[in-house]
Nanobody, 118 residues
Framework: QVQLVESGGGLVQPGGSLRLSCAAS????????MGWYRQAPGKQRELVAV???????NYSDSVKGRFTISSDNTKNTVNLQMNNLKPEDTAVYYC????????????WGQGTQVTVSS
């Protein structure tokens, strides 16, 4: 079983920065993607950014140019550097890993709160 543990959330003023980190542990055979999703109150969970082991990254339009995703394949970690944060970025951020474990699997972290407010 794979476990994902996030860290780095918190309260920040508009225009500020935060860095989220996520570490995967357990028996990991093949990783297809690692990424970040977020869910704001009353809204559906949405993709923020995703990266492949080959370092191909995709971002939602709302965060392009402000957020940067990176990963370390040897350690099964993924980070999200968030700059120029806006109040609309306020949400619970979830780490996600798509991987193979006797079939294609999705694993999720427990979530970390990011609040952007003055």
């Amino acid at each position: 079983q794979v476990q994902l543990v996030e860290s780095g959330g918190g309260l920040v003023q508009p225009g500020g920065s935060l860095r989220l980190s996520c570490a995967a542990s357990g028996t990991i055979f093949i990783v297809y993607t690692m990424g970040w999703y977020r869910q704001a109150p009353g809204k559906q969970r949405e993709l923020v950014a995703v990266i492949t082991p080959g370092n191909s990254a995709n971002y939602s339009d709302s965060v392009k140019g402000r957020f940067t995703i990176s990963s370390d394949n040897t350690k099964n970690t993924v980070n999200l550097q968030m700059n120029n944060l806006k109040p609309e970025d306020t949400a619970v951020y979830y780490c996600h890993m798509e991987h193979w474990e006797y079939g294609r699997r999705d694993s999720w972290g427990q979530g970390t709160q990011v609040t952007v407010s003055s």
